[in-house]
């Protein structure tokens, strides 16, 4: 199926039906940038994981079942940009809940944690929280958004719901700078939110790597309705930065 493929007029699947589409297989092209120090698995460990893995139940992990990807920049730092690798749990039609690593292979690092929320949650937060939480319509509607793997019918009805929500995003590890361990405190990213903000590069390295191509997705979501942003979202944009400040001043602070 072509990325240009869309539902048929009038279908509407909520996010639980997506579940089984997301599960397809994405491909697994993307490692990790970082190498983390110390000494490689023994036996000894090797078994203990094989054993947990066979008899212990993982049922916060199994209910990630969702995978997004995307690209995010430091709050206040708009030039800091970097891929973001979602795997996501939908908890109900309006909480999402993702974890974010640097890579979709086995060796990938844990970076951060996404939540999504819908419109309508987002409009009942008190005002300051709100600056925390960025908008994803230009994320959908660029096409920089992607769900790999899944049939073009499957994500674009994804993205029909994904445009009307938000998100708060923290990164714990900031694998652009940090390339042994996690250093410093955790940083509050956000999205983009129009043409020419994203490098350029960035994209079409991903969409390369992926087998995808942005601009087509762009062009078969032209259709998907941008809802206006709700007040209190990207307070970047009108010069409201909120960020932790390290107190341990190593170079990721940016």
């Known amino acids: 199926m072509n990325d240009t493929a869309k539902p048929r007029a009038g279908a509407s699947l909520s996010l639980t039906a997506l579940l089984g589409l ?55 730092h708009h030039d800091v940009q970097m891929e973001a690798h979602h795997y996501c749990a939908i908890l109900n039609e309006e909480v999402i809940q993702c974890v974010i690593y640097d890579g979709n292979r086995k060796d990938a690092k844990l970076m951060g944690v996404e939540y999504i929320i819908s419109e309508q949650l987002f409009n009942s937060l008190p005002t300051p929280e709100k600056a925390l939480w960025h908008s994803h319509v230009h994320e959908v ?18 993205m029909e719901k994904l445009v009307h929500t938000y998100g708060k995003t923290w990164h714990t590890w900031h694998t652009d700078l940090d390339k042994r361990l996690p250093l410093g405190v955790p940083q509050l990213m956000m999205g983009f939110t129009a043409d020419g903000q994203a490098d350029a590069h960035m994209v079409a390295e991903r969409d390369q790597r ?29 010069g409201e930065i909120i960020q932790i400040v390290d107190p341990t001043a190593t170079p990721h602070a940016h």
């Open 210 to 238: 992926m087998g995808i191509d942005s601009s087509q997705k762009k062009q078969a979501r032209a259709d998907i309705a941008a809802p206006p942003i709700a007040p209190g979202a990207d307070a970047w944009r009108q």
């Open 141 to 158: 509607k660029s096409g920089q958004l992607v769900a790999p793997g899944i049939p073009a019918v499957a994500e674009y009805a994804l």
């Open 22 to 76: 997301l599960s397809a297989c994405a491909g697994n092209t993307s490692p990790s940038n970082v190498e983390a120090p110390g000494k490689p698995e023994n036996p000894s460990t090797q078994t203990l994981e094989a054993g947990a893995a066979l008899l212990q139940s993982r049922p916060p992990i199994d209910a990630l079942n969702a995978y997004l990807d995307g690209f995010h920049f430091y709050n206040g």
